[in-house]
């Protein structure tokens, strides 16, 4: 296929409450959308997650576009290319996975559907529907009353699982409170790195509430922090921002640092090397499970895709649309019964409604 056009559309979706991590608040997803066409006049739709500011990790969507606009797109354009050449060709340009990601995603789709084949059928999946699980912020109000009554919709709405942000302060209190209303509901918790290698005595307390795993309690680069917290608690220590690559991925397995991955492709440079990272716990028997960057209708369907592979045995943050949005790009993603079917159409199985892309565009760049 030859990459032709690369348009970047750059939307505003305002989230139905805000979304509050140790590193931030959200109000509204800031979102570029990139669709790739072809030669033949195939469209191709990508999703990059990074967001308005560089808070979990160093990825911002101005240096997003600018990369792609300058180092990334330049160089696919007019090349008569394999999807497996893209990663290669991208590779050279150091870091900005997620804008690399969005590139790879956007050509993905548009050699899949000209090939007519699913995401998921050539990434190699099987399971034809994803059990899902829900990331719970820390409310507004810091009450626990608030987030007994947000926990209590998403149970009620049937999710497999439930994961509570928790930083300093915000810990064994809310884990226990969840834990106590739901004494069965699969409940994990995700710090995004609030904590010290000081803390391990204090996260050890989270053992109690028979947890499915903590998510990247320490900073990214601690590897020996992580293990050190592994050897102490009996709750297992599953890794999000320090896994960046399959490379890192086996080097933090090995280590001792992590014994479930959470994998999202933008963190690793696309769908490809998600792939690689998955195959790489396959090996060592590491559960995997599929992260989320609040992606609108684009990036959950690839997100459901890669979470039809194997290993992905535990629920992943691929919640249903409405747990975001009021009004996704696309037609939206429901859960049935606490899962959702992966798409089965060529490509992602989705694309952006004209109407609705153009509402929530804010500005559009022509990449080419
Ligand atoms: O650390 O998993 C994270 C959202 C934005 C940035 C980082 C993270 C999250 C989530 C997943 O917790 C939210 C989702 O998409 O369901
Ligand atoms: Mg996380």
Redesign the pocket.
């Known amino acids: 296929m030859r990459i032709e056009r690369v348009v970047a559309h750059r939307c505003a979706l305002p989230l139905v409450r805000p979304f509050r991590t140790s590193f931030g608040r959200e109000y509204a997803r800031d979102v570029v959308l990139l669709e790739v066409t072809t030669a033949d006049g195939v469209t191709g739709w990508g999703e990059c997650v990074a967001s308005t500011q560089p808070l979990y990790s160093h990825e911002f969507n101005d240096a997003a576009l600018l990369v792609l606009e300058r180092f990334l797109v330049p160089r696919l354009l007019g090349r008569d290319l394999q999807i497996e050449e893209v990663p290669g060709l991208l590779a050279p340009v150091r870091g900005h996975p997620m804008a690399r990601g969005a590139l790879e995603l956007g050509v993905l789709d548009a050699g899949l559907r000209a090939e007519g084949r699913s995401l998921a059928s050539y990434l190699g999946g099987v399971r034809d529907e994803v059990d899902c699980g829900v990331s719970v912020g820390i409310p507004d109000d810091d009450s626990l009353a608030t987030l007994l009554d947000e926990v209590s919709g998403y149970v009620e709405a049937g999710y497999r699982r439930v994961k509570l942000k928790i930083q300093p302060g915000w810990d064994v209190e809310p884990t226990r409170a969840v834990r106590e209303r739901w004494p069965d509901v699969p409940l994990q918790v995700?710090a995004?790195q609030a904590y010290t290698r000081a803390d391990i005595e204090h996260l050890a307390a989270l053992d109690e509430f028979d947890l499915l795993l903590v998510?990247?309690p320490i900073h990214e680069d601690d590897l020996l922090g992580h293990r050190l917290l592994a050897e102490r608690m009996a709750t297992p220590v599953c890794l999000?921002?320090s896994v960046l690559s399959a490379e890192s991925a086996e080097s933090a397995i090995d280590y001792g640092a992590c014994e479930i991955v959470?994998i999202k492709a933008g963190r690793v440079g696309g769908y490809l090397e998600a792939r690689r990272v998955h195959d790489v716990a396959r090996g060592r028997g590491v559960p995997v499970w599929c992260?989320g960057m609040v992606e609108t209708g684009v990036g959950r369907a690839a997100n459901l895709a890669l979470a039809s592979l194997p290993s992905f045995t535990l629920p992943g943050d691929t919640s249903g649309s409405d747990r975001f949005y009021a009004r996704d790009v696309t037609e939206p993603f429901v859960l049935r019964d606490g899962r959702i079917d992966v798409p089965t159409g060529p490509g992602l199985g989705v694309t952006p409604i004209p109407e609705v892309l153009a509402e929530l565009t804010v500005a559009r760049h022509e990449l080419t």
């Open positions: 995700d995004n998510e990247q999000d921002e959470n992260g």
